[in-house]
């Protein structure tokens, strides 16, 4: 396996690397468009990561914590608290609902209110503390119940706001991997253009080479190397920036939010280095491709 | 070696060359003779399967042109050395690497020691680092032979080798097509040259193929 990369690598040097004339600026070219295209794939990987973490987060905080609120009459508050928790109990993806009791609330507010809340003469609510089931439960049915059995009780369904917010954290995450896939198509056409250019400025050479017993194979992958090195020296030159460019960026942990800053966290800086692998990939292919169709083309 | 059975070429529904039927033995000498613009070069590409009978067939070496495939016509070219009217030369490269070219394509290592007794064959020691634009004629006739018999092929096909270049450089070039017929390879030379043919016929049973009115006369005697 080594001793095949280094051969690949000192190909230039080779006297099958050499058959094909150097093109200096398309050769420039190539190179620069792959770096710039690296680039944006470090970002565009950096995104659907963070909002992958993002989405992540959310679901595993939010997910287990509904309340549901009991605001009566003193003389209906115990019948209604014991109707929603008879109803609670019957409810499937409900793992626990448990009264919270007085201390409970009062510490609760007191970071609000100050330790000196008189509870006793404030009209509070009961709270029934929820635990869900992973699988979650069907919000809207128990309201329903819950309306016909205890008037008082409403509940407190963080999925109201957390669905939306996942859902574009989704979207978001879905548009860093269509952008990579974006780039990886531009990269092939690119590759495409410039081994097609390429192919067209060497018709004598090529001509040449096949005067003189070479096969398609040999002709194809003296261009195909060619434009393979360059895809991946480009890509190594704008992975290399795009982390470091990444890495330099201002981080928004600190303001305690649930904003994660565009970013790798740990392991996560391995897969950037998987860019250049993909891209040396998409040139060869997209070369070989182009130097097959074009030397069949070529009588 | 080279079989024409009623072979002919044609283009754009004009007739170049018809009715060719002619056998290229294996170890034999032909000179192919004509008018410019006769189709000499043509005769030539339908030897090596650049250009394909548009009638009749052409096999080489039993093998029918037609139904070659790509690669299959790859391999073939290292089997048949051609010395090309305008030598076509990689100008990148220097003149020991375009000699070695078939060498290079073929995936076979190029052996110094081989291929410099080669280019000291054709007397062109010193100029080994140039490249072919730095050449004069002769000497890219020269580097043109050494390149078509590199690969030690079974026929050798020369177009015009004495085109653009003096007498006493025509007398040399064709001494080492002589001395690649006694070792035994199968020589075609096109040439218009009459003083060329009848140098050789001092020295080896060449027999002359004349294109004329479109079609091939094969005269064994005189000329
Ligand atoms: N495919 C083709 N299309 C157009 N012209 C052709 C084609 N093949 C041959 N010719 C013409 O046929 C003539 C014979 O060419 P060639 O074989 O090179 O003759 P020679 O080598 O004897 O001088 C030339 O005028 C050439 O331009
Ligand atoms: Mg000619």
Redesign the interface.
């Known amino acids: 396996m080594k001793a095949i990369l280094l051969s690949f690598l000192n190909f230039r040097e080779s ?2 690397g ?2 094909v ?2 093109s200096g600026f398309t050769a420039q070219l190539t190179v620069i468009t792959s770096a710039a295209m690296a680039f944006l794939a470090v970002f565009a990987l950096a995104l659907s990561m963070a909002t992958g973490r993002l989405a992540e987060r959310w679901g595993n905080e939010l997910a287990r914590g509904s309340t549901v609120r009991i605001s009566a009459p003193a003389d209906q508050i115990d019948t209604q608290i014991a109707a929603a928790l008879k109803v609670l109990e019957t409810t499937p993806g409900v793992a626990d609902a448990r009264l919270l009791t007085a201390e409970e609330e009062t510490d609760l507010l007191e970071p609000w209110f100050g330790p000196d809340l008189p509870l006793d003469t404030l009209p509070l609510p009961a709270l029934i503390d929820i635990q869900e089931m992973p699988e979650g439960f069907d919000a809207e049915g128990l309201r329903l119940r819950l309306a016909g059995e205890a008037p008082g009780a409403v509940l407190d369904d963080h999925s109201r706001w957390r669905k939306p917010l996942l859902r574009a954290a989704e979207r978001l995450r879905l548009l860093g991997v269509l952008s990579l896939l974006l780039i990886a198509g531009v990269t092939a056409g690119m590759i495409t253009l410039a081994a097609n250019a390429a192919l067209a400025a060497n018709g ?2 090529i ?12 002709i194809a992958g003296a261009f195909v190397r060619r434009f393979t090195l360059r895809g991946l020296m480009g890509a190594v030159i704008g992975t290399l920036f795009g982390m470091v460019a990444v890495a330099l960026l201002p981080s928004a942990d600190g303001a305690g939010s649930f904003l994660t800053g565009l970013g790798f966290v740990g392991g996560q800086w391995v897969w950037p280095l998987t860019i250049p692998v993909l891209a040396a990939l998409v040139a060869f292919a997209a070369t070989r491709v182009a130097a097959t169709q074009t030397l ?1 083309r070529l009588m | 070696m080279i079989e024409f059975y009623d072979a002919g070429y044609g283009y754009g529904g004009r007739e170049l060359l018809t009715e060719m039927s002619l056998t290229l033995a294996p170890g034999s000498f032909h000179f192919l003779t004509g008018p410019s613009g006769a189709g000499k070069t043509t005769f030539l590409k339908l030897c090596y399967r ?1 250009l394909q009978a548009t009638a009749g067939r052409v096999s080489i070496f039993g093998e029918d042109t037609r139904s070659m495939g ?2 299959e016509v ?5 089997r048949i050395g ?1 010395v ?1 009217q305008d030598c ?6 220097s003149v020991a ?1 375009n000699v ?3 060498l ?4 076979l290592p ?1 052996d110094h020691g081989d291929l410099s007794d080669l280019l000291a064959w054709v007397g062109l020691s010193e100029q080994i680092h140039a490249r072919p634009p730095e050449l004069s004629g002769g000497e890219r006739q020269r580097a043109a032979l050494a ?1 078509a018999v590199i ?1 030690s092929p079974d026929v050798i096909l020369a177009d015009e080798p004495t085109g653009n270049v003096d007498w006493e450089m025509s007398l040399r070039l064709l001494q080492l097509l002589i001395e690649l017929n006694r070792m035994g390879k199968t020589v075609v030379i096109a040439t218009h040259d009459l003083h060329l043919i009848r140098q050789a016929k001092a020295q080896v049973a060449a027999r002359v193929l004349r294109i004329s009115n479109r079609r091939i006369q094969q005269s064994g005697a005189d000329l």
């Open positions: 006297a099958s050499r058959v004339p150097p004598q050479v001509r040449t080479l096949r005067l003189v017993g070479a096969t398609d194979r040999f069949r | 650049e790509r690669d790859a391999l073939l070219r290292r051609v090309h076509q030369f990689l100008d990148h490269l690497e070695a070219l078939p290079t394509v073929s995936g190029r390149r690969m």
